[in-house]
T-cell receptor, first 113, second 115 residues
Framework: GAGVSQTPSNKVTEKGKYVELRCDPI?????LYWYRQSLGQGPEFLIY????????DSGLPNDRFFAVRPEGSVSTLKIQRTERGDSAVYLC???????????FGPGTRLTVL | AQSVSQHNHHVILSEAASLELGCNYSYGGTVNLFWYVQYPGQHLQLLLK??????LVKGIKGFEAEFIKSKFSFNLRKPSVQWSDTAEYFC?????????????FGAGTRLAVHP
């Protein structure tokens, strides 16, 4: 596809459940980023992949959050034992290499009831 | 820690008015600077960026921004806004010390332009 895609666009889950959010970056982009945007705030960095490896996961809030990118393309953000405070829009971005312009996907709106 | 401040959270203008949105960052080293825009119902899009060179940067749709290193500022300007500029605007920075790996965003400025 031409841009970054994310699925699902909306996810409603119950407190304590496990969720997976998927990101398809632009083809050929080696760098992939996850951000979280809460209401009324700017996006907040979670994790950065260069290729298959997580080069910087300093933004993950706690060990309930985990992300993978096994083949250096698609990435999945995994949240265990969801809490109401996890409700936010989760954004994925990709860039040709680190430091270049980041292209954002439409986001996944996660609601934890 | 790096941070980005956007001074105006909500701005309301009439069409043809001039726009200036403030952005200040806290980081003493080399940075790349960005303005992103999010139109209603759409995803974040890059408006303009500064990496090096001329501190006055021109972007899409008539927007420009000026990097003033001594003031740690990167204010966004447009001489005459249109109704279609109604959107949320985010200033962002990434830093050399972090390997330019992540963007630090401001809280955003919501702009409403009335016809």
């Amino acid at each position: 596809g031409a841009g970054v895609s994310q699925t699902p666009s909306n996810k409603v889950t119950e407190k304590g459940k496990y969720v997976e959010l998927r990101c398809d970056p632009i083809s050929g982009h080696t760098a992939l980023y996850w951000y979280r945007q809460s209401l009324g705030q700017g996006p907040e960095f979670l994790i950065y992949f260069q290729g298959t490896g997580a080069a910087d996961d300093s933004g993950l809030p706690n060990d309930r959050f985990f992300a993978v990118r096994p083949e250096g393309s698609v990435s999945t953000l995994k949240i265990q034992r969801t809490e109401r405070g996890d409700s936010a829009v989760y954004l994925c971005a990709s860039s040709l290499t680190a430091g270049n312009e980041q292209f954002f996907g439409p986001g996944t709106r996660l609601t934890v009831l | 820690a790096q941070s980005v401040s956007q001074h105006n959270h909500h701005v309301i203008l009439s069409e043809a008015a001039s726009l200036e949105l403030g952005c200040n960052y806290s980081y003493g080293g080399t940075v790349n600077l960005f303005w992103y825009v999010q139109y209603p119902g759409q995803h974040l899009q890059l408006l303009l960026k500064y990496f090096s060179g001329d501190p006055l940067v021109k972007g899409i749709k008539g927007f420009e921004a000026e990097f003033i290193k001594s003031k740690f500022s990167f204010n966004l300007r447009k001489p005459s806004v249109q109704w279609s500029d109604t959107a949320e605007y985010f200033c962002a920075v990434n830093a050399h010390s972090g390997g330019y790996n992540k963007l630090i965003f401001g809280a955003g400025t919501r702009l409403a332009v009335h016809p």
